[in-house]
């Protein structure tokens, strides 16, 4: 969606805790017990199913999500994409998809390529599901 985010893989809860603070982040999990001390600061997610939980998500902190942010950020590692030609990505995707699209962008830091295929589609739907449901 475009929003500057950080995904934490250790299990060190005291270094999530120190980052999310020196970074002025909000924490989302599904485990309350252990960030009590954060609760201003800390979304706990109720829900299992990945749409409901971005709606969870998009109401709590009161997002709004702006289409032209969207898929602007690079998945793996936060970092912004730039669009890049369709010669430079060449190397980086497969033959088919060279041969089926015409718009890529590549992160710039780890430089994975990315394009509008089926998740890009899949992924817009699902937004405008969450903002339509907003609405009611």
């Excluded at 190397?91 to 718009?103: A, C, D, L, R, S």
């Excluded at 509008?116 to 937004?127: D, E, F, L």
Aim: aromatic share 8%.
């Amino acid at each position: 969606m475009g929003f500057d985010t950080v995904y934490f893989t250790s299990n060190n809860i005291g270094t999530l805790i120190i980052e999310a603070l020196r970074e002025d982040r909000f924490i989302i999990t599904r485990r309350k017990s252990e960030i009590d001390d954060l609760q201003k600061k800390t979304l706990v997610l109720t829900v299992d199913k990945l749409e409901e939980q971005l709606k969870e998500v998009v109401q709590n902190l009161n997002l709004q999500i702006n289409e032209s942010e969207m898929f602007t950020r690079c998945p793996l590692c936060n970092a912004l994409l730039v669009e890049v030609k369709r010669e430079e990505a060449k190397e980086q995707i497969p033959p088919y998809v060279y041969k089926t699209q015409n718009e890529f962008r590549q992160c710039n830091l780890c430089k994975k390529v990315y394009w509008k295929g089926s998740h890009w589609g899949n992924a817009t739907r699902m937004i405008k599901e969450i903002q339509g449901s907003e609405d009611r």
